[in-house]
């Protein structure tokens, strides 16, 4: 049978203490800067999110396609001449 292990005492109270607040205050100093570098929607100069408009597409393409687009290549018109 192995000895048992020596009695270790709990942890000292302060020391959770000091943990518990040190927790706290890493949350609350997250939620202060997201709120002080977040997006504000009132008095600001400049828009808080840029005004994107699409812009329309332009083609040098007919506005109709043409048959010889859409269909697959005859035989005929793929065929070489060897000589």
Do not use: C, D, K
Not at 2 to 14: E, T
Not at 34 to 61: D, E, F, I, M, R
């Amino acid at each position: 049978m192995s000895p048992r292990a020596p009695y270790r005492p709990p942890r000292p109270r302060r020391e959770i203490v000091t943990a518990a607040a040190a927790s706290a205050a890493l949350i609350v100093f997250t939620v202060v800067m997201v709120w002080v570098l977040g997006p504000h929607s009132s008095g600001s100069s400049s828009p808080s999110s840029p005004n994107l408009q699409p812009v329309p597409a332009t083609s040098s393409s007919p506005s109709t396609p043409t048959t010889s687009a859409t269909t697959a290549p005859s035989p005929s018109s793929t065929a070489t001449t060897a000589r």
